[in-house]
């Protein structure tokens, strides 16, 4: 593999309004969401293939799980949301839970393709060699719609307020991980999720249970 310097460590507003402008044009006169209406996807589509080295004993299995590039299990109703890496300046679309309308927040859990910023390998990233690394892959979360925006591993965004209003510097900022590990299981992938959130909410009524006394149900 080979190291490539990121496009990241030369972030500057006027070069990311370029790299955005290179896969959108005209996005700026464009609604968002006709900019993600016509944009294309970024990551590689998923095969079955993939997880050939894998416990997967069928196909069949996959059947009714929407592939997409990760998910993201909603802290309010634990649904499980499929996440898309698009091209252009919303680059994982609008970021609602599609059962209960909640917006992505930090008690949400994803998988790697929505990496919290605060926990993100800085090196890894760095590293990435595949054509995507033209992208800028960080992005922060309108907290007001939920509209995801491209910005630079700062935080920074070519768009200072968002389509409803709210300045994007506002929003949580997450790293556009890989989706090498979604793509050799996503079962597991989902289930290490279901475990981890799982996990958190019995730390936290432990927690709870010590300090009052109860558990609250
Ligand atoms: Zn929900
Ligand atoms: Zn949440
Ligand atoms: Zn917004």
């Known amino acids: 593999m080979t190291l490539r310097p990121s496009v990241i460590s030369r972030s500057s507003l006027r070069f990311m309004s370029k790299v955005l402008n290179a896969f959108s044009p005209d996005f700026s006169d464009l609604a968002p969401s006709e900019v993600i209406r016509r944009a294309e996807r970024v990551e590689r589509e998923w095969d079955f293939a993939d997880c050939a080295d894998t416990d997967v004993a069928s196909p069949a299995r996959f059947l009714n799980l929407r592939y997409g590039d990760g998910i993201f299990l909603c802290c309010r109703c634990s649904h499980e949301n499929s996440l898309l890496h698009i091209q252009g300046p919303f680059p994982l679309r609008h970021l609602n839970c599609g059962q209960c309308d909640h917006i992505l927040c930090g008690s949400c859990h994803s998988t790697e393709i929505l990496t919290p910023a605060s926990q993100a390998d800085p090196s890894a990233a760095s590293q990435r060699s595949d054509a995507t690394d033209r ?61 981890r959130r799982r996990e958190e909410l019995l730390d936290k009524a432990v927690k709870q249970h010590r300090r009052y006394g109860y558990i609250p149900s």
Do not use: F, M
């Open 135 to 195: 992208l800028l892959r960080n992005c922060r979360v309108c907290p007001q719609c939920g509209l995801s925006h491209r910005t630079d591993a700062r935080g920074d965004c070519a768009l200072e307020i968002c389509q409803c209003g709210c300045p994007v510097k506002l929003g949580s900022h997450y790293h556009i991980g890989s989706v090498e590990q979604w793509q050799r299981d996503p079962i597991a992938s989902a289930q290490n999720l279901r475990d």
